[in-house]
């Protein structure tokens, strides 16, 4: 019986990738199978994937031309069998007792379980706590409510129920957490906190994409308004769920924008074509959320670049 699918989307992180799967399989994992979706790495990752899964017959290994972190783990979600899905970066690791932890709680049969974590920074780790409302299980726009951008490996999803609303990643997109959550969290009427760190993400790995300053950071959170518009047409959510989502997309668009500071001149005029291109949907989020956001709405909607340079001056 397979009670968890472990998806570990690999691409050329072979200084990381045994840390990972050792993290994992120091664990009993009996009731686990660990899939591991090569996206075309030039390192050795394939080969450690390959390794790894002669010595264990519960992992498997998908190799495939690059399609991205998002194309990566939709192609694991297909693939997987469990009854519930666990993303795991592989350059990340867990809890020695995390996957003990998570199945104990399978048993009451919700939509999404939601994990603490530790940051890594310069090897030394902050506790990350999940705001979460009182009752043991809650709607999940309460949860996207108190921590606006959720990412992918804090949340245990009912694979039944990921394909039921036909939640995959958006592939193309930076910052993919930031949108799938948003739909993730809009849709799960029940979901469960488990109070333990029992994940360890590093923020500052060299080559991470958190870590860069580019175009396509700064577009980043911003790309998930004409998503999540279209999302919003198709689902008819109450108007509290929808308000909620309008705030949090409002505040991803704030996030991007403040990555636009100290860019290059050829990668602002990349930010600004995207958001002339998207200036209706990112507006509709802006608008529909605090005075603030509305009051930047308007201005984009005047000059782009200039709002920008406004936005970052007053938060500075």
Known sequence: ???????????????????????????????????????????????????????????????????????????????????????????????????????????????VYIIDHINIFQNRGTKYVISAPDEEANFGIEYLKRNGAIQAWVSICNRQFLFQEKIFFSEGIYHEDFEFSIRLYALAKTVEHIQFALYYYICDRDGSIMNQQTSKSAIGYASSAPLIYRFLGEHKLSSYVLEEVCKVVAIGVTFSILRTKKLPQKDLEKVVAFYKKNLKFICFFLTHSTMKHFILGCMLRINIELSFFVYNMIKK
């Open 1 to 111: 019986m397979c009670k968890l699918s472990i998806i570990i989307p690999v691409y050329n992180i072979e200084k990381y990738l045994g840390r990972c799967l050792d993290s994992i399989l120091s664990q009993d994992t009996s009731m686990c199978e660990i899939i591991l979706v090569d996206d075309g790495s030039i390192d050795a990752s394939k080969d450690i994937c390959e390794a790894y899964s002669l010595m264990h017959a519960n992992i498997h290994v998908i190799h495939q031309n690059n399609k991205g972190l998002s194309g990566a783990r939709n192609t694991g979600i297909k693939e997987a069998h469990g009854d519930y899905i666990w993303f795991i970066d592989g350059d990340d690791y867990i809890s020695n007792d995390a996957v003990q932890i998570i199945l104990s709680r399978l048993q009451s049969q919700r939509d």
